[in-house]
């Protein structure tokens, strides 16, 4: 079974340009997570989807990023424009409730901002 | 005070030895537990799950909770170079978001 696949795997991009990141979970999974990885820190959630709908994007900067899940599938994660503060990974994870309360990650999204 | 607190380290072990990496939390609610693996440049790897407190062995892997003293723990036995990564603990309620430690860096010296 193919796991969390994300893309770009590594972005470097100059400060004031859109950047965009791509998901595609395990299948079967409805829960859809975009975690904030920065150097030496552990993954900060920035939103949670439960199918298509966004149920926690408390923690996401709305003026610069956003993102969507069409169908209740795949997620994209935009940041629009970038700040060199931005320059981070950006985990995807996926979950399925009915089979244990745990979340599978992706290789992550490296992103460089300069 | 984070929710979630992990022995900074890095922590550096001969190969062989036994390994104790640890964290604490502030929520008394979370009942799920889990240790990922991270090795550079790539994603966490989930390694152990542990619901409630209690112990879990898998391999030369074991995953204490006591969560009386809201403590948890992972132990690796016969430690090797292979597992030389930053370890992440996390936890969470069911239905709640999955809060997660900082991380503690292991090298092990062959």
């Known amino acids: 079974e193919a796991g969390v696949v994300q893309s770009p795997r590594y972005k470097i991009i100059e400060k004031k340009q859109p950047v965009a990141f791509w998901c595609n979970p395990i299948?079967?999974?409805?829960?859809l997570y975009w975690y904030l990885q920065n150097l030496g820190q552990g993954p900060e959630l920035l939103i949670r989807?439960?199918?298509?709908?966004?149920?926690?994007d408390s923690q996401l900067p709305k003026d610069r990023f956003s993102a969507e899940r069409l169908k209740g599938v795949d997620s994209t994660l935009k940041i629009q424009p970038a700040e060199l503060g931005d320059s981070a990974v950006y985990l995807c994870?996926?979950?399925?409730?009915?089979?244990?309360?745990?979340?599978?990650f992706g290789e992550g999204s490296w992103l460089t901002v300069v | 005070q984070k929710e979630v607190e992990q022995d900074p380290g890095p922590l550096s072990v001969p190969e062989g030895a036994i390994v104790s990496l640890n964290c604490t939390y502030s929520?008394?609610?979370?009942?799920?537990f889990m240790w990922y693996r991270q090795y550079s440049r790539k994603g966490p790897e989930l390694l152990m799950y542990?619901?409630?407190?209690g112990n879990k062995e898998d391999g030369r892997f074991t995953a204490q909770v006591d969560k009386s003293s809201k403590y948890i723990s992972l132990f690796i036995r016969d430690s090797q170079p292979s597992d030389s990564a930053t370890y992440l603990c996390?936890?969470?309620?069911?239905?709640?978001?999955?809060?997660f430690g900082p991380g503690t860096r292991l090298s092990v010296l062959p």
């Open positions: 542990t619901y409630s407190s």
């Open positions: 996390a936890m969470s309620n069911y239905g709640q978001n999955f809060v």
């Open positions: 989807y439960e199918n298509e709908e966004a149920v926690d």
């Open positions: 929520n008394s609610a979370f009942q799920y």
């Open positions: 299948s079967g999974h409805n829960t």
């Open positions: 994870a996926s979950s399925d409730r009915t089979g244990g309360n745990t979340i599978y």
